[in-house]
């Protein structure tokens, strides 16, 4: 699934993006961009307030209510509604900074901006568009068992 998400939820938005999913959010978009935006790329469109978002009957839209207020309560309401799950093997696919799909490189040489440990003891994805260096390290263990715990990722 494809996603748009609000200003509002810009926690949810990020969290999602590290779970695999497709998720557009602009801070700088108004709502009346991003339902556009969301119509067009057929995008389901997360929202807080259906006050933000013009055309209901035209996109998919969920509004979070505001009484559901923890990121982990939020995710586990989209993931309800739309009856989905998200899995372990799709973490940190994408680019955190800009929702590209990451691939793995091979460098012959360390790039400069990762330490000479993670060059020799990790796999390395990169951002084809912003050129970003992941790896899945102690972050990933951890967003990982936090994301298990919390029954967000299956
Ligand atoms: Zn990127």
């Known amino acids: ?3 748009a998400v609000d200003a509002m939820l810009g926690d949810v938005a990020r969290c999602m993006i590290i779970l695999g999913e497709d998720v ?3 801070s700088d ?3 009346v ?3 556009r935006i969301a119509r067009e790329e057929d995008r389901i469109f997360l929202t807080t307030s259906v006050r933000r978002f013009p055309n209901p009957p035209d996109t998919a839209y969920l509004i979070i209510p505001m009484s559901v207020d923890s990121l982990w309560d ?3 309401f989209v993931k309800r509604r739309f009856s989905i799950s998200f ?3 799709n973490l940190f696919s994408r680019c955190i ?4 799909l990451t691939t793995k490189i091979f460098p012959d040489k360390k790039p400069a901006e990762i330490p000479q440990k993670v060059f020799m003891e990790f796999v390395l994805y990169q951002c084809p568009r912003c050129k970003k260096i992941y790896w899945k390290g102690g972050h990933f263990e951890h967003t990982k068992k936090k994301l298990l715990e919390e029954s967000i990722l299956n």
């Open 1 to 3: 699934m494809k996603w």
């Open 24 to 26: 557009l959010y602009r």
């Open 29 to 31: 978009y108004s709502g």
């Open 33 to 35: 961009d991003l339902a």
């Open 74 to 76: 939020k995710l586990r």
């Open 87 to 89: 899995k372990v093997e």
């Open 97 to 100: 900074l800009c929702n590209t």
